[in-house]
């Protein structure tokens, strides 16, 4: 099983990008996706997690508003939306997942598969 996060760049504050995770090897069937973000120095953050069935969402307070997690089955991926972005937002992001019914989770640990990360950097 394989995620391949893309969609990474550098941007300005105030843009935006739009991140995708695609899986190969399987499906992601009634997964939870979530995605993290890891700046430099820094412990992995949760940013946000979306039920891949239902499509339920969750956000970290931090994106909230700004960011917009969605999910195409047709193409067996994950998107992260990104608007009004600050250098705070500035990390390597990664996208997540996990077998299992849907309930939020923000604990890295609760995530099987992962994968290798994208950079996101947002200058001032």
């Known amino acids: 099983v394989q995620l391949q996060a893309s969609g990474g760049g550098l941007v300005q504050a105030g843009g935006s990008l739009r991140l995708s995770c695609a899986a190969s090897g399987r499906t992601f069937n009634n997964d939870v996706v979530g995605w993290f973000r890891q700046a430099p120095g820094k412990e992995r953050e949760f940013v946000a997690t979306?039920?891949?069935?239902?499509?339920?969402?969750y956000y970290a307070d931090s994106v909230k508003g700004r960011f917009t997690c969605s999910r195409d089955k047709a193409k067996n991926t994950v998107y992260l939306e990104m608007n009004k972005l600050t250098p705070e937002d500035t990390a390597v992001y990664y996208c997540a997942s996990s077998p299992g019914f849907w309930r939020v989770r923000r604990d890295p640990n609760e995530y099987t598969f992962w994968g290798q990360g994208t950079q996101v950097t947002v200058s001032s």
């Open positions: 979306i039920s891949w069935s239902g499509g339920s969402t």
